[in-house]
């Protein structure tokens, strides 16, 4: 039997919203989706008048969705942004060239200025050269730290004021189970947060879709007919997430609104004061925003280039026995080559 | 697509895998001579990261662990009156025997509290009248004299407890067939249970409850209570001191650093048979607290050490405090302190619910008003509760919790 539509607008329901369990019209639910995005960024103080806005874009679903709905907001509302798509390339095969002609097919949808910027020019390395000589087992620690540099490197070239990332609901639940899962009570403060970095030598990240659903996510760009890439990458998926992941779709069935309770736990959780807190400046080597010295992503780097890979991977004081076992097997070479010079 | 960002890595680098490896892996040996104490022993207990000892050498250890949570954190005054609850699991027994022999112990090393034993009645409808487990509360209280057992029904009021030897098993009336949700019916439950026991603890004139959970349960109610929206008020779930009971009782969980094997081994040792009853309220449909059940259950057989890292981290949480300046307020239901701003997370759940009522009359100016207000207004309508107590007054068929 057909179903009216919730929001009385005199339509048939063709779709039960996730989120909430309503019955609605394609167009209701377009609207309430539509206007939730712009609560959290007019409640959040996401952007200022005449700022110039990074969206982080992959191509997948999160990230088109963002842009499209970041673009219709801004010019309904009259936000005075200047949106320009950020893509990174990492260089895998089959998979980050395929989702790149997604972006550069959002690039022309959308009118929006677009920047590729790869590991290869940023790092001199490509994901698939680094797969060959590390293996397939940490390749993602490479992949996501250098990622991560990657947009900041991408944001400062562009002059950007922040970069707005497609987290959805579903990411930062997730997250926080992950991060109790494996006791990481440093990034459990900070994972909930809308709004990351942003101070003086940093620039900020911010999540609009933070309250999305990932169901009407999808339900969206498959409704709007927005075009997306959905191919997971050719290379391992993460464990600790993975466990935290199957886990919230298990408690989402039995109850849809886990998701934003779980966020709101991860929101009021406080911590002990004997409970160390790692400051987040800068890297001395790279100048960009790291809570070590050096960052991550110039110790993997390093490892790299000295046909160490492994040297990021693991306790530090691990990478430092290594570095010292390769300066010392080296002094040894150079005095040798010094012996047969003098001859 | 790859899901793989900042959060998935730890300071470490790569350590972001799940190290596999069941807890179960100690084992009783036979006859063998003590690592601890050299006497040749007819049973060894050889524990993980320890060496096999004789049962009174594993006994003196595990025994010490109980009694060093009460007087590192020193929260037990000397002659204390303390109710201890038993449910008729192994844990609850083993915190039974340790406080018996902490009382006979000379007079140097004695506990010195006097302890009082509660068993709440709290079977379901499947569970008939039979099968209330008196006989071996009866026997326990003879093993275990001179404490003095009671019990009281779940749907009683605290007034109504009595002496083990007065009982006599009455029906049940079940206080949680008005709920649309097997996991709102749970958490009343539990809450309720609570409130119980604080009621039966004035009752008796104990001030301090002892309760046996031990760290992998304590794993499972902290993932339950971030999953029910009690992130607030978590860290007193799973603590060692829970000060929410009525009339200034405090709660306890001395064992909760034991670990499941320590406890199956204590049970092994002093020959204890646990009788708790079939939880059956999983044949009531799916909960979130059966499916972190089964989740952490899952973990402890293959994955032990995250059980233990996420025990560990729910002691890195701190009780939230009042406000210096501002009056407290406390939720009328669970007694955790409430906030005194609107969360952006609650305010996006009520828009939500909110906006799905307008649809594309959303575009119309003078909505966005009527929205607001619509959306403030639902928000204070139950501001004497916390987010989860009004998820579970949202699921009550009618009336009120309270």
Redesign the interface.
Known sequence: MPID?????GNRASLK?P??G?A??K???F??FE??IH??II??KLFRRGEKVAVAA?????STVLAHVLKLLNERHNYGLDLVLLSIDEGITGYRDD?LETVKKNRDDYQMPLKILSYEELYGWTMDRIVAQIGR??N??F???F??QALDRGAKLLGVDSIATG?NAD?IAE??????????????RR?TN?RTGGSEDTISRVKPLK?SYEKEIVMYAHYKKLVY?????V?AP????G?ARA?LK??E???P??I??????????????T?KN?VRGICERCGFVS??QPC?ACV?LEGLNRGLPKL?????SKGERMIAKQNQELALRERANLVKNDF | MCSIGEDDFGDEGATHTMLSGSSATGSVLNAGSCNKCGLNSQKLYKLNFRMAECCECFLKYVRHKFRASLGAAKVLPRNSEVLLVIDGSSESLVLLDMLHSAQTLNTFKRLHCNVRVLYIDARCPAIKEENVPLKELNELQRRYSPFEFYIIQLDREPQSVQLLKDYTVRPLDSITNEFNSSTSRQDYAQQKRKFLIGGVAVQLGCSYVFEPSISPSLATQLLTSVALGRGSSLALDVALLDDRLQGDVKLLRPLKDLTEQEVQFYVHSQDLKDFRLNDTSHLTGDSLQSLTRDFVNNLQLNYASTVSTVFRTGDKIAAKHNSQGIPASYCVFCQSLLDTDISDTLLAIEYSRAVSEIGVALQLEHSSDVLEKRVVERLNERDDMCHACRNIQADLNSGTLI
């Not at chain 1, 189970?177 to 440093?186: E, F, V, Y």
């Not at chain 1, 993460?238 to 997430?241: I, L």
């Not at chain 1, 990021?312 to 530090?316: S, T, Y």
């Open positions: 539509c919730k929001a009385q607008c919203r989120k909430t309503d609605l019209c167009a209701c639910f609207a309430a206007a939730e609560h959290t409640s959040s992959s191509g997948g679903k999160d989702s087992s940490n993602c620690t992949c996501g730290v990622r991560r987290h990411d997250t926080v189970l992950m991060n109790i899962l494996r006791g990481d009570t440093a990034r459990l994972c809308i309250y890439f959905s191919t997971e990458c290379f993460n464990a600790y997430r466990h886990f298990d408690l069935k039995v109850r609104s886990v934003m309770d779980i966020i709101y736990s991860g929101e009021q959780l406080r911590f002990k004061d409970v790692p809570s070590q991550k993997l990021g991977i693991g306790k530090k």
